[in-house]
Structures are given as C-alpha cells and as structure tokens.
C-alpha cells in the first residue's frame, strides 16, 4: 500500500474521481514539474531502494530519484487511481538504435485508456512532459518536438526519439510487461559501481511547459524554445541553493560536514572535466 493522499497532496493535484485522460494528463504534468530526476542519495553513498512505496516515501519526503524510483512510484499511484498500468524494460541509449535494444538500464511504462496505450514516463530525464500515443508520428510539447516509432531491433517494442537538445537521444522499450523487482541488479549497478554515470557525475532535472532546467556537476542549464542558458555554479551555498529552489529537494537530512563534504566531490570533479577538456 502507498500514501495516495500524501503523494497528491506533493503533485498539488485532486484525487480524480475516475480513471480519466484528463486526470492521466494533469498527474503526469504535475510529476514532471514538481518531482525532479535526481541522483542525490547515490552521490551521498547511500542509495535506497526501488520498491513503490520506498519511492513513494522518498517522493513524499521532498526527493525524486531516477527511473526506477519515478515510474515505479507513479505506476504504483496510477494503479491505486484505477489505471491500467504496464511496466517495460527499457534501454537509453546515446546514439543510434542499440542493437541491444531494451537494454534493462530504463524502466517505462504504458497506460492503457480509452482503447488506446500510451507511453506514460516520468522518469526520462527532463523528457516528456505529458503521454504519447503508441502511434508513429512527431509530437511537440512546449519547446521539443519527439519522435514515436516503432523498434527496428525489438520485435513488438517501439523507440521514443528525444529532441535533439534532450540529455540522451532515443529510448526503446519493449512489449512484455516486466514487474518492478526484475530491475533490482540494475539500479545496484547505476546506483553504485564506479564506473555508474549517476555515481560519478551529480544529475538534476525537472521539466516544466516552457523548457527544462537541468543541473550537472556544477553546470546549470535552462533549455527553453528561445534558446540555451548556462552558468557554472562555483559556491556550495549557492549549488545546495540551487538544489532547494530550482529542483525542489528536501536537504534537511543532510547535515553540514555531509554537505561540505560533497560539495568538494562535485566541484573537484567539475574541475577536473574542465581540466581535461582544456588539454
């Protein structure tokens, strides 16, 4: 069981009366703007779980997650609100169509409603911002227009093309539905090998209608339809500032030498990329 009351009441958002797009819609939109992809707890040594109510807790005590934490808490509230929810293991993937297809380092779902599925995703990183339709077509929202086709390597699955200004640049999922624990040796790979991007570089999003605000390392972006701003930021009180107003993360379990202590991780290794990309 979950906090249902409690994880609408932080989506700022009515218990529907029914299962209905119009509801589907809203959550979805209030997720993505109040809910932010995050890997705080990883860069503090101590990843959590990614079972629903786990997320679900994280969720209602001010954190977000990625992936795993996002879609499992949302498919669990989804479920509770009468929805028809699939979970899909899935594969972000950087360049072209993996081979490897749905590789298992995403969790998606699909929600189907209305005699239709639709791909509902709350954890693509500053992706989407409501669902989309499991129809080949362009679809714009806001400033970024995506991509829905289709896998040419997944028999059955379909392949969700970003915007070329997204973090990635496509994701494939595939048609099966998987359960939630089938992705635990997964999220203990991201969440703690060395070799993890979630482990080795701090990663904040949150998307909203006009754009996306996205927090790596120590360089903050806001992607919006006029175009790209960036700054670096270069005190802890402003990056934990930052973290508190931009994305909405709860820090009161951080205690000071905790806080110092990765600031100085975040900002030597944002110096060190900046080093290295000189040379």
């Not at 100085?264 to 990329?273: K, W, Y």
Request: glycine letters at 10%.
């Amino acid at each position: 069981m979950i906090d249902v009351d409690g994880y609408l009441a932080v989506l700022g958002v009515a218990r529907p009366a029914a299962p209905t797009a119009e509801a589907l819609w809203a959550l979805h939109r209030a997720q993505v703007e109040r809910v932010a992809y995050e890997t705080l707890d990883n860069q503090l040594g101590r990843p959590t779980g990614i079972g629903a109510a786990e997320s679900v807790a994280r969720i209602l005590r001010g954190r977000g997650g990625y992936c795993f934490h996002l879609n499992g808490a949302f498919a669990a509230l989804l479920t509770a609100l009468g929805y028809d929810v699939t979970l899909h293991r899935a594969g972000v993937q950087d360049e072209v169509e993996d081979p490897a297809g749905a590789a298992g380092d995403h969790l998606a779902l699909t929600v189907w409603l209305d005699g239709e599925r639709w791909l509902v995703d709350t954890g693509l990183a500053g992706g989407m911002y409501e669902p989309l339709p499991l129809r080949e077509g362009s679809y714009t929202q806001g400033p970024f227009t995506y991509g829905m086709a289709p896998s040419v390597v997944v028999p059955g699955g379909w392949r969700f093309a970003h915007d070329p200004r997204g973090a990635f640049t496509a994701m494939v999922f595939a048609p099966e539905p998987v359960e939630l624990s089938s992705f635990a040796a997964e999220h203990a790979r991201l969440s703690t090998s060395p070799e993890s991007g979630f482990v080795r570089v701090f990663q904040a999003q949150l998307r909203d209608a006009k754009g996306v605000d996205m927090l790596r390392g120590c360089v903050l972006r806001r992607i919006e339809a006029r175009g790209t701003e960036e700054r670096i930021i270069d005190s802890a009180d402003d990056w934990y500032d930052v973290l508190a107003d931009v994305f909405r993360l709860d820090l009161t379990d951080v205690d000071v030498p905790t806080r110092a202590e990765l600031w100085h991780r975040v900002h030597t290794a944002h110096q060190e990329r900046e080093a290295a990309g000189r040379r």
